[in-house]
């Protein structure tokens, strides 16, 4: 069973600041998905990110796969309220059927 | 071009009574996989359903089923409910390109309330 780990749990932020989500595993994932999800509403898909070492930008949120494709982050700069939301990291195993899910961090920014 | 759409959206139900969840894909979707979110679990795979048969089944016990009809909607069905089923219940439609995932798109879940 392949399992990611997400840090941290839970954030709470003032508006302006910086801030990094991680998403670990022991296994090798074919490709690593961020959602972020709204109260009462499904997971939106943010990024794919699929090459070992890719990074790519989405305006403020910056995110990496590690090179050895068992890890990625979320870096998100000058943190607005709007931002506010539980953000999942999943990852695509190898055969491409099965997407494992992290716990979730679920950030707040005040304004 | 419309979202996943999932019925109802809120449900209450009673211990050892039964339920029947409702998901529409995107068009031209014929993947539709199921998940139970919850606060402690978070988000786990339920079943995934391509072409009316079950492709993948995640580790809940049989009292949990579903089906998927020749349009590609899908129903799931829990059967002699639990209060530990209360939680969100997520529908998500993708193509499959080669028998891999393509792109997963959300409903907004059902919320089960077991009392």
């Known amino acids: 069973t392949q399992l990611l780990e997400q840090s941290p749990q839970f954030l709470s932020i003032q508006e302006g600041e910086n801030l990094t989500v991680y998403c670990n595993s022991s296994s090798v994932f074919s490709s690593l998905q961020w959602y972020r999800q709204e109260p009462g509403e499904g997971p939106v898909l943010l990024v794919t990110?699929?090459?070992?070492?890719e990074v790519k930008k989405l305006k403020r949120l910056t995110f990496q796969f590690g090179d050895a494709r068992k890890d990625s982050s979320l870096h998100i700069t000058a943190a607005q309220p709007g931002d506010t939301g539980l953000y999942l990291c999943a990852g695509l195993n190898n055969a491409g059927n099965m997407l494992t899910f992290g716990g979730g961090t679920r950030l707040m920014v005040k304004p | 071009k419309a979202g996943v759409t999932q019925t109802p959206r809120y449900l209450i139900k009673t211990r050892g009574q039964q339920v029947t969840l409702s998901c529409s894909p995107i068009s031209g979707h014929r993947s539709v996989s199921w998940y139970q979110q919850t606060p402690g679990q978070g988000l786990q795979f339920l079943f995934e359903y391509f072409s009316e048969t079950q492709r993948n089944k995640g580790n809940f016990p049989g009292r949990f089923s579903g089906r998927q009809f020749s349009n590609s909607r899908s129903e799931m069905n829990v059967s002699t409910l639990e209060l530990g089923d209360s939680a969100l219940y997520l529908c998500?439609?993708?193509?499959?390109?080669?028998?891999?995932?393509?792109?997963?798109?959300f409903g907004p879940g059902t919320r089960l309330l077991v009392l």
């Open positions: 998500a439609s993708s193509r499959l390109l080669a028998g891999r995932k393509e792109t997963q798109y």
């Open positions: 990110v699929v090459t070992g070492g």
